[in-house]
């Protein structure tokens, strides 16, 4: 009998996963992205999850989590949650083998290694990102991935932000020469490309404000902001500006200049979103005040490919009263830039923007025409003329929000597993990502 590739695996490897038995497993939940991929539910996966942590706060708050998905009126979750606590947890969990992912969303200090021993015992690993924070780490997360493919099994990062429906949209016009023309190539001092993120540290999650782990505000265990969120933002560069491409880091990728530095959390405000008092090691980097400075901030300038490129990110307390988190992103073209907004004339949800860039009678009619060939992908899509451009009119039913990402990256990557149809591209791009971040916290610490 003649075998494919993914007959094989299933047989040289008793942990790959057949149709119905993926069995996931929780290791050492301490963000809330780990309670988010079980935000639904998946017909392929076992609702039975084995989580194994030290017991505490953080894992409370992430049973109490699922405990509410199941508890909910509208679509209720039916998981079960068979908990392991003790200090042997991470032992205990290779030994037992009682699953077949290992979904990794907490404390960042010791995912890496998670990640590598896992991927060696012969688990599939679904991380949050980031799945390093330093140059060492990256250094291990190359070795992880090594041990992945020897092991014939799959590693790869939680990626939310490529489902957001203005990034779909700013990419698929990118991919239209006729409208968007090349990429440019920029200036360090004028990128062509430039994403921007604001977060805050107050915010709600599933209705409720959301309450973060002490070590959140500890760059020691959360990492440095620049290699944080800006691991989605490097992400979404390679993927819309380079779709399908393998970016090989050694050769594509030079870091420019880099940057980092603090937001301060008054006592009493990091109380609030913790419920905690100050612990010793965050009163280690607080000032004469108290409050503390947390390393969170982060800018970079790089060249990738050829294209200059700006990845920013800043964290604040809390967001004005009726605003959130918000994104900026420019692609500019040789014939038109693409723009993503998300401020208050915007009321605060994601818009693009489309402006010429080049005299063209037919600008216009090529517009038209790019719409009605992408809104085959995104019916309903349609175009409003503004005074220094368009915008793209988007329904509703596109703004699913940030939550509900997670169960479509979830599908994709149960996908992966299932057909074993992950791109060429994804692995060596994740390492070029990690490449990049870590870089750029490299260079930012010896500016100071």
Not at 201 to 229: C, E, H, M, N
Not at 292 to 307: D, H, L, M
Request: one cysteine or more; glycine letters at 6%; a positive charge.
């Amino acid at each position: 009998m003649k075998l494919n590739y993914l007959s094989f695996l299933l047989l040289a490897c008793p942990l790959m996963m057949k149709a119905q038995n993926i069995k996931l497993i929780t290791l050492d939940p301490g963000h809330f992205h780990a309670a988010l991929i079980q935000k639904s539910m998946y017909p392929q996966v076992d609702p039975t999850v084995h989580v194994y942590s030290e017991d505490g706060r953080d894992l409370k708050l992430h049973l109490e989590r699922i405990d509410g998905y199941n508890k909910r009126t509208a679509e209720p979750t039916a998981w079960k949650e068979n908990v392991y606590t003790g200090k042997d947890f991470f032992a205990k969990m290779i030994a037992e083998q009682k699953g077949n992912v290992v979904v990794l969303a907490g404390n960042n200090r010791l995912k890496t290694n998670y990640i590598l021993e896992s991927v060696r015992s012969g688990f599939h690993v679904f991380a949050d990102k980031p799945m390093a924070v330093d140059t060492k780490g990256f250094e291990q997360l190359k070795l992880a991935f090594t041990e992945a493919k020897k092991k014939g099994v799959q590693l790869y990062d939680i990626m939310t932000e490529r489902f957001e429906i203005t990034t779909q949209l700013q990419r698929a016009f990118s991919m239209e020469p006729e409208l968007f023309g090349t990429l440019e190539k920029g200036t360090p001092e004028d990128p062509s490309v430039t994403k921007i993120s604001v977060h805050h540290f107050y915010k709600y999650v599933s209705g409720s404000v959301l309450t973060r782990p002490s070590w959140f505000f500890d760059d020691k265990q959360q990492g440095a902001g620049i290699v944080d969120v800006t691991t989605h933002l490097v992400d979404l560069i390679q993927w819309e500006c380079f779709p399908g491409q393998i970016i090989d880091y050694k050769k594509n990728v030079k870091m420019l200049n880099a940057k980092s530095w603090t937001t301060p959390v008054s006592a009493a405000d990091f109380t609030v979103v913790t419920k905690e008092a100050v612990p010793d090691y965050l009163k280690a980097i607080s000032d004469a005040k108290g409050d503390i400075q947390v390393n969170c901030n982060g800018e970079f300038t790089y060249n990738i490919n050829g294209v200059h490129a700006k990845v920013s990110v800043i964290w604040n307390y809390k967001a004005p009263e009726g605003t959130g988190d918000t994104h900026y992103s420019l692609m500019r073209g040789t014939k038109a830039s693409l723009i993503i907004k998300q401020g208050k004339e915007e009321n605060f949800k994601p818009t693009l923007y489309i402006e010429q860039r080049q005299k063209d009678a037919a600008f216009e009619d090529k517009l038209k025409a790019s719409i009605q060939k992408i809104s085959q992908t995104f019916p309903g899509i349609s175009l409003v003329k503004i005074s220094n451009g368009w915008t793209i009119s988007v329904p509703e039913k596109y703004n699913d929000g940030h939550e509900s990402h997670f169960a479509q990256v979830t599908k994709k990557y149960l996908d992966y597993l299932q057909n074993n149809n992950m791109p060429a591209w994804e692995v060596p791009n994740m390492i070029a990502k990690y490449y990049t971040t870590t870089k750029a916290k490299e260079l930012a610490n010896t500016k100071k």
